[in-house]
């Protein structure tokens, strides 16, 4: 994108502030961010920030893109406060997005998640059917309907990406999410300073780990190609978390082993595995994941050595 005024909503936040740091090389950036997990030290100075909620009236709306980010991004925080998500993540979409519409807006991107196909060692592609076991799940689903309300009733590009797995490091924005940052940043944190990480059960779940910097790029494609629907942001590749460790130690030089442990997530809750089939997104405007999992491991490691 070049030359475009644009809105990052959750912008201060871990995807987020990457995404508007990135577009704001070539664009007019504007970011908002309730600053529940996101922190305004995260931008460039070139992003112009404002520290608003999705809930609020008279949002920066006048924009040619809204990039909807904004969340409460985890089952656990959904669980502590069910209605606070659900206003969070679906009332603040919809509030967002007709700003936007009224505004003259008619392109949105915004985040889904890939939980929603619960646990699948095969590719899961956007077609097949899905089954909504927390509230989590359940303010992202309806924030598709509604996106699909409003590219239907109003005609606008309204693209759902679903997410699989992002992480950066501690290195990057992804440091200030603590207990809710990707596994890939706090087990490379706990090995780097000695610590043995602690994985749930056996340590043979696996995750289609996506590095931050390649959501950023889907991000910008699906704006970039005015797409509407729904589509998978993954690589299509999946990696078990013993072997993060074993990638981890081998990049740190280190012998640390892990402690497995009671998974406290009930188990018909839990997503045990994941792995994206990208062929839609793929035909619909050319992606291809470029960071590999070694490269990603690497540079999450870097800041260690």
């Known amino acids: 994108m070049q030359g475009k005024r644009v ?10 502030s990457n995404l508007a740091n990135h577009l704001a090389e070539e664009n007019e950036v504007i970011a908002i961010d309730d600053e529940y997990l996101g922190t305004p030290e995260n931008l460039d100075a070139t992003v112009e920030f404002h520290e608003r909620s999705v809930l609020e009236d008279d949002l920066p709306t006048d924009v040619d893109a ?3 980010l904004a969340a409460l991004s985890s089952y656990k925080m959904h669980e502590e406060n069910p209605t606070k998500g659900a206003r969070v993540n679906v009332e603040g979409f919809v509030n967002t997005v007709e700003q936007a519409r009224n505004d003259g807006c008619d392109t949105v991107v915004y985040a889904s998640t890939s939980s929603i196909y619960g646990s ?7 077609y097949m059917d899905v089954k909504v076991r927390t509230g989590y799940e359940a303010s992202k689903l309806s924030r598709e ?9 109003y005609d606008m590009n309204v693209a759902g990406m679903r997410f699989f797995s992002v992480y950066q490091g501690y290195g990057g924005a992804e440091e200030h999410k603590g207990e809710f940052a990707n596994i890939i940043a706090q087990f490379a944190d706990d090995i780097a300073n000695g610590q043995s990480p602690e994985i749930y059960g056996d340590g043979s779940q696996t995750r289609d780990f996506t590095h931050v910097s390649d959501i950023v790029r889907g991000l910008e494609l699906a704006a970039e190609n005015e797409l509407t629907g729904i589509y998978n942001l993954g690589t299509g590749t999946s990696y078990d978390f013993n072997t993060v460790v074993e990638y981890i130690n081998r990049e740190l030089g280190t012998d640390v082993e892990p402690v497995y442990v009671e998974n406290p997530i009930p188990e018909d809750v839990y997503v045990h595995d994941t792995k994206a089939d990208v062929t839609k997104f793929k035909k619909a405007a050319g992606w291809k994941p470029k960071m590999s999992f070694k490269e990603g491991v690497r540079q999450v490691c870097e800041q260690y050595q």
């Not at 809105?7 to 987020?16: D, K, N, P, Q, S």
């Not at 699948?120 to 956007?126: A, D, H, I, Q």
């Open 7 to 16: 809105l990052v909503t959750g912008g201060a936040g871990f995807i987020g």
């Open 66 to 68: 809204v990039f909807h």
């Open 120 to 126: 699948r060692t095969e590719p899961s592609p956007e």
């Open 145 to 153: 309907r509604y996106g699909e309300y409003f590219a239907n009733h």
